[in-house]
Every structure is written in C-alpha cells, then in structure tokens.
Nanobody
Framework: QVQLVESGGGLVQAGGSLKISCVAS????????MGWFRQAPGHEREFVAA????????NYAESVKGRFTISRDNAKNTVNLQMVSLKPEDTAVYYC??????????????????????WGQGTQVTVSS
C-alpha cells in the first residue's frame, strides 16, 4: 500500500508561480509512475502531468505544456509540480497519484486516472484574477 501526501497548495495571483509536492510512504517509490491530476468544482478529474520511474520521460496535458514542470527525487520519495504563469482556470484540487510499472508497457506514462492505483488526499490551488 502506497500512501501519498500532497503539500504546497495555496492562493496565488494570476501570472504567479507555485510549487506543490507529494511524498510517498512506499520504499519502492522508484517502481511507480507518478502523476498529477486536478479536479475543479463541477468538473471531472483531469490529467495534468506524469513522470516515469526514472524521471526521463514526462507527459503533460496540452493546457499546461510550457507552464508546468513535473520532477521527482527517488531518494526522497518525492514528486513535485512546479507551476508558473498560473491562470484562474488552473484553480482546482490537485491530486498526486501512483501506479506500479509492473502493469505498464515499457515507457508508458498513463494519462487516464483509472490506471492509477494510489491517490493522495489533494491540495487546493486557487488562482485569483
């Protein structure tokens, strides 16, 4: 069982930056693809970004490409999401998620939330206009 705890959310003005982080309890953290998803009120949970176990392969939603950067530190069981040029439409609860690479093809970075096995409790990001 992997436990994920997000932190770093908050209120920021449009155009500003914010970094959110997720710490995993699992010692085999490096065996998991890690992803970030978000959910705004009245909307379905949507993919934001994901990163391979090695950190060399990343995948981003079109809406955040060029503005968000996902990274991981396997020594610290941590995955980060650096967000810049934030927009009001980025406002949502952001969730960290993990899926074991055993069930994936080599290099696969899923964007479907149904493929992820473990989820954090979420952290609120609010961007004011």
């Amino acid at each position: 069982q992997v436990q994920l705890v997000e932190s770093g959310g908050g209120l920021v003005q449009a155009g500003g930056s914010l970094k959110i982080s997720c710490v995993a309890s699992e010692g085999a953290f490096s065996a998991h693809v890690m992803g970030w998803f978000r959910q705004a009120p009245g909307h379905e949970r949507e993919f934001v970004a994901a990163i391979s176990w090695s950190g060399y392969i990343t995948n981003y939603a079109e809406s955040v490409k060029g503005r968000f950067t996902i990274s991981r530190d396997n020594a610290k069981n941590t995955v980060n999401l650096q967000m810049v040029s934030l927009k009001p439409e980025d406002t949502a609860v952001y969730y960290c998620a993990a899926v074991n690479t055993d069930g994936l093809r080599y290099g696969e970075i899923p964007s479907d939330p149904r493929e992820y096995d473990y989820w954090g409790q979420g952290t609120q990001v609010t961007v004011s206009s």
